[in-house]
């Protein structure tokens, strides 16, 4: 890290106070919605409305820095974190079902979920600058927090209740506030330098053109992105209800703060060594592995009897999704040009965005009418379907482009 030592430091801040953000909004979002009496079928049209306008305000804010060259990532990240700390504020008066939920609660994950691509494109901005970010350290950083925030959440609202949840998320706005400003400081005090020419897509820039425009130009990255949608639509199937799976198999409130930790946690090793996987591995063969263990992990959860088997399962995350996040990552910083990087990091991040969108209308739905172990079979037959347009994606460019 060397003279960038404090710029590292900044950015595994505004990592983990992300992820302990999404902790709170997305991961415990059932514990509080369904505490305040909503149940499934509520819960999975909230979610899924919250994912939509983070799906659109990501992609609308990416194609903007990419056009507006005045508009930086970070004074974006400063609007979008003001407005969410008012939002949540708001959402601490509200102890029981009520229709402003529906406005409130998914303009606040959507907001949330919004941060993580305006933090990655901070991440290559700094990078075409010249500056040495471990963005693998920094992700790392974010799980580990996931982790501590995760483990002990769980136990917090059993003993303090559920109100306690947008009073958590007050405070850790308010420091991912303080963070973007100091990495503003950071940004604005270094002039711009060359950027080294292999760290550089050699396709051409679709820069200043719409996002529509953008993916039909990229059509190999376009079919990537919808078998990555689909996957993670099984991927939340499970992971935005599960708190059905646990209590299905005998768990609580507390074993969903572990079982999501344990998650987190098993995240950490496999992104620290992931640079070092990355010298001896192309892109594209690692997303292959990660994809591949997607299915994978799917199976396990759908045949997991017990909280000991399950957590056994999830060790699959760790060729999964762990390996899939730095993964994406580079390969967007390989296959797309740098003009176009916060459109192509703003998609990239959106699968997750529309596989919670799909996962929220149709998971909350099958779990209230056939019941947790039919829907988590159902998850396992759209990650095959995901992992073999993903496969197609990947494979395209090679054949026609």
């Not at 979008?80 to 402003?100: A, D």
């Not at 350290?137 to 949840?165: C, E, N, P, Q, W």
């Amino acid at each position: 890290m060397g003279k960038d030592r404090k710029l590292n430091l900044l950015y595994c801040f505004a990592q983990g106070l992300y992820w302990m953000s999404y902790g709170v909004a997305v991961s415990f979002s059932a514990v509080f919605l369904q505490g305040i009496g909503y149940n499934n079928t509520e819960l999975g049209l909230i979610l899924s409305f919250g994912h939509i306008l983070g799906f659109i305000l990501s992609n609308f804010l990416g194609g903007l820095i990419d056009k507006r060259k005045t508009m930086t990532a970070t004074s974006t990240a400063m609007v979008v974190l003001t407005i969410n700390l008012f939002v949540v504020l708001f959402n601490t008066t509200i102890t029981e079902p009520s229709i402003i939920i529906y406005f409130t609660y998914p303009i606040y994950v959507a907001l949330s979920v919004t941060i993580n691509s305006l933090i990655i494109k901070i991440w290559a901005d700094f990078e075409h600058q010249g500056r040495h970010l471990v963005f693998s350290y920094a992700r790392a950083f974010g799980s580990l927090t996931f982790v501590l925030l995760t483990t002990f959440l769980g136990k917090i609202v059993m003993s303090f209740g559920i109100s306690i949840l947008p009073r958590i998320a007050v405070a850790i706005i308010t420091l991912q506030l303080l963070t973007i400003i100091l990495l503003k400081r950071e940004y604005t005090t270094e002039s711009q330098s060359s950027v080294g020419k292999e760290n550089q897509s050699a396709l051409p820039s679709n820069n200043g053109g719409s996002v529509f425009s953008f993916l039909i130009h990229n059509k190999s990255f376009f079919i990537l992105l919808i078998g990555l949608s689909v996957m993670f639509i099984s991927h939340y199937i499970t992971g935005s209800f599960l708190i059905n799976v646990v209590t299905n198999i005998g768990g609580d409130t507390a074993s969903l703060g572990y079982i999501n930790g344990f998650m987190a946690l098993l995240e950490v090793p496999v992104i620290i060594i992931y640079t070092s996987l990355h010298k001896k591995m192309p892109t594209k063969t690692i997303m292959k592995i990660s994809i591949l263990f997607f299915v994978l992990k799917a199976i396990g959860l759908s045949l997991a009897p017990s909280m000991p088997v399950l957590f056994l399962a999830y060790l699959l995350h760790i060729p999964s999704y762990a390996l899939f996040i730095p993964t994406i990552v580079d390969y967007v910083r390989e296959e797309i040009p740098y003009e176009d990087s916060a459109k192509g990091q703003s998609l990239a991040s959106s699968v997750t965005t529309l596989g919670s969108v799909f996962a929220g209308f149709i998971g909350g739905r099958l779990y209230d009418v056939v019941g947790v172990n039919k829907t988590t079979l159902i998850a396992v037959f759209i990650s095959l379907a995901g992992i073999l347009i993903s496969f197609i994606g990947l494979d395209y460019k090679r054949r026609n482009e």
